[in-house]
Nanobody
Framework: QVQLKESGGGSVQPGGSQRLSCAAYGYINDRDCVGWFRQAPGQGREKVATIIVEGRGAQYSSSVVGRFTISRDNTGTVSNGWFLQMTNLKPEDTAVYYC?????????????WGQGSQVTVSA
């Protein structure tokens, strides 16, 4: 059973940048999908970015395209890790961000969720 651990998050001013990291521990298939989701207070969970585990095929929601970048961590720090680089952050980006893995990028069947990282965008 794969386990996901997130790091990063915190408070940032509007227009600022922040990077979230997600590390996987345990078996994961290179053809599985990794996604970043977010959930704001009182709202449902929104899928914002996905990528194939091996690092190809990035896709984004319309709310973050051009501002967020999902990528594979090739620094060697972890065996399997991914980043969500967020730029030009807006107050409406405030949410708890989760990484997750699934067999397919529709995330119909989720393998694992991270613990969540709070991102707060305010002046």
């Amino acid at each position: 059973q794969v386990q996901l651990k997130e790091s990063g998050g915190g408070s940032v001013q509007p227009g600022g940048s922040q990077r979230l990291s997600c590390a996987a521990y345990g078996y994961i298939n290179d053809r599985d999908c990794v996604g970043w989701f977010r959930q704001a207070p009182g709202q449902g969970r929104e899928k914002v970015a996905t990528i194939i585990v091996e690092g190809r095929g990035a896709q984004y929601s319309s709310s973050v395209v051009g501002r967020f970048t999902i990528s594979r961590d090739n620094t060697g720090t972890v065996s399997n890790g991914w980043f969500l680089q967020m730029t030009n952050l807006k107050p409406e980006d405030t949410a708890v961000y989760y990484c997750a893995t699934a067999r397919t990028c529709d995330f119909q069947f989720v393998n694992a969720w991270g613990q969540g990282s709070q991102v707060t965008v305010s002046a």
